[in-house]
């Protein structure tokens, strides 16, 4: 069978986001400064090809360790569904 998987990779939380500060300063220069907080990341989407819903998680489960983050500094949540 065929999954879908829908990566999030985000900085974590206690890192400097330099884009996210970046995007934040200029809400405020465009006239939004009620947008605050910016974070910036990334968004990955593949195709598994596997026999089980929980195979194909378990590879992109070990994708996401392996090669799409870098846990010291990113953090990731995924969602696999059939495709």
């Known amino acids: 069978m065929k999954f879908k998987a829908e990566i999030d990779v985000m900085p974590l939380d206690a890192l400097l986001d330099p884009q996210g500060k970046a995007v934040t300063n200029s809400m405020k220069n465009i006239g939004l400064p009620e947008i605050d907080g ?45 495709a």
């Open 38 to 82: 910016v974070r910036i990341g990334r968004h990955v989407r593949l195709f598994v090809e596997a026999a089980t819903q929980e195979a194909a998680e378990e590879k992109v489960e070990e994708a996401c360790k392996k090669l799409l983050s870098n846990q010291i500094m990113e953090s990731y949540a995924y969602s696999v569904t059939e």
